[in-house]
């Protein structure tokens, strides 16, 4: 790591990364993806910046520098403005995802918990399996929302009103910009960011996991 560090201060941005590719396995997946988020920032190719610091994110790598880095992205990229909602749908998407950041598990442990102490108080099985059944939905919920296919947008393409280019195009998607997107064979179709609705093509995508 120390000479990614020392390549990235000489703004040897591509030799670190490849010395990064090279050394992927011997590099827990966080901070691979934080410093790989690193580099495609320093080189402002800010939509692969964003995609890997996001997964980041995901595998549990998060600290100050992280975040600091990953604000620097999005406000380099504009996402507030691009990922601005526009309907009912996107306030809904955007809810739930913030929503499985912790706060989904954290409430289903304090249902369990305080529901618990009712429990052994009334020693009732019915308010037992029902504490059970409102846990279990409120995991399955997470889990859900957890399992949704998003992805960020690295290179920036067309939309299309149908899944194949002989329908009419759209506005182009911007790079950076995160989307939910269901497949059908080569294309996609963005459900999220409602102002991109249409299909792209399965490419130019790094699918968060």
Same mark, same amino acid.
């Given at each position: 790591? *120390?000479?990614?560090?020392?390549?990235?201060?000489? !703004?040897?941005?591509?030799?670190?990364?490849?010395?990064?590719?090279?050394?992927?396995?011997?590099?827990?997946?966080?901070?691979?993806?934080?410093n790989?988020?690193?580099?495609?920032?320093?080189?402002?190719?800010?939509?692969?910046?964003?995609?890997?610091?996001?997964?980041? +994110?995901?595998?549990?790598?998060?600290? *100050?520098?992280?975040?600091?880095?990953?604000?620097?992205?999005?406000?380099?990229?504009?996402?507030?403005?691009? +990922? !601005?909602?526009?309907?009912?749908?996107?306030?809904?998407?955007?809810?739930?995802?913030?929503?499985? +950041?912790?706060?989904?598990?954290?409430?289903?442990?304090?249902?369990?918990?305080? /529901?618990?102490? /009712?429990?052994?108080?009334?020693?009732?099985?019915?308010?037992?399996?029902?504490?059970? %059944?409102?846990?279990?939905?409120?995991? =399955?919920?997470d889990?859900?929302?957890?399992?949704?296919?998003?992805?960020? %947008? @690295?290179?920036?393409? =067309?939309?299309?009103? /149908?899944?194949?280019?002989?329908?009419?195009s759209?506005?182009?998607?911007?790079? =950076?910009?995160?989307?939910?997107? @269901?497949?059908? /064979?080569?294309?996609?179709?963005?459900?999220?960011?409602?102002?991109?609705?249409?299909?792209? *093509?399965? @490419? =130019?995508?790094? +699918?968060?996991?």
């Open positions: 790591m *120390k000479t990614v560090e020392a390549l990235y201060v000489q !703004k040897d941005f591509a030799k670190a990364l490849q010395t990064l590719e090279a050394n992927k396995s011997k590099i827990s997946p966080g901070l691979w993806h934080y790989m988020g690193t580099v495609y920032a320093g080189m402002k190719e800010f939509g692969k910046a964003r995609f890997h610091l996001l997964q980041a +994110e995901r595998e549990g790598f998060v600290s *100050k520098e992280s975040e600091q880095n990953l604000e620097v992205v999005e406000s380099a990229l504009d996402t507030t403005r691009l +990922e !601005k909602p526009l309907a009912w749908s996107d306030y809904a998407v955007r809810g739930a995802m913030i929503a499985s +950041e912790g706060i989904l598990s954290t409430l289903a442990l304090f249902i369990l918990i305080a /529901g618990m102490i /009712g429990v052994l108080k009334k020693k009732s099985l019915a308010l037992f399996s029902a504490l059970t %059944v409102f846990v279990l939905l409120i995991v =399955g919920v889990f859900w929302i957890n399992s949704w296919p998003l992805a960020v %947008v @690295t290179t920036p393409q =067309g939309i299309q009103e /149908g899944p194949s280019a002989i329908f009419a759209r506005e182009e998607l911007p790079s =950076g910009v995160l989307v939910l997107a @269901t497949h059908k /064979g080569e294309w996609r179709k963005i459900l999220y960011p409602s102002r991109y609705q249409g299909w792209i *093509k399965n @490419t =130019g995508l790094e +699918e968060l996991k």
